[in-house]
């Protein structure tokens, strides 16, 4: 149970802090064999993939974390009643929008699948780099459903709250 809620907790970060060191240590050799008038021809490519999947992963995160791109303003403003009753309508919103962009993804990923294109310097099958399209978008529908929960339950509010304020000083 203790592993599940650690990954429940974390599982994105952890993910994004081994591409993120991945790239740094790809980037790493990479300047070290130019400077001995080498170079691999992959570690470029390699560094933009695990980029890619970074920022696909970070979608669940960042809707985990309450901190996704949103303009609020407006809601604010609103009694504390009805920012709950539209956080749940947003989040709802949310997770349709995230659904719909899977369902979508997967036949994208598909037809590369069908195409056979293979990257240029790894020479990877492409629709393996596509994947992390439908596994981003199944992270962010999984978190807004999982925030629809939270609202409605009242838990999960260890995850960090944004203060415009705070943020401001």
Known sequence: MKLLRAADKHMEE?????LLIGIAVIMFIQIIMRTMSMSLAWAEEAARYFYVWS???SLGCSIRLKIILRVDLLLQLMPAALQKALNLVLEAVNSVLFAYLLYYSISVVNSVKASSQTSPALAIPMYMVYWIVPIGFLLASLRSVQ??????????????DIDPSAAAS
């Open 147 to 160: 925030r629809i929960v939270f609202l409605l339950t009242g838990k999960g509010g260890d995850a960090v």
């Open 55 to 57: 920022v696909f992963l």
């Open 14 to 18: 952890y993910m994004m802090g081994i």
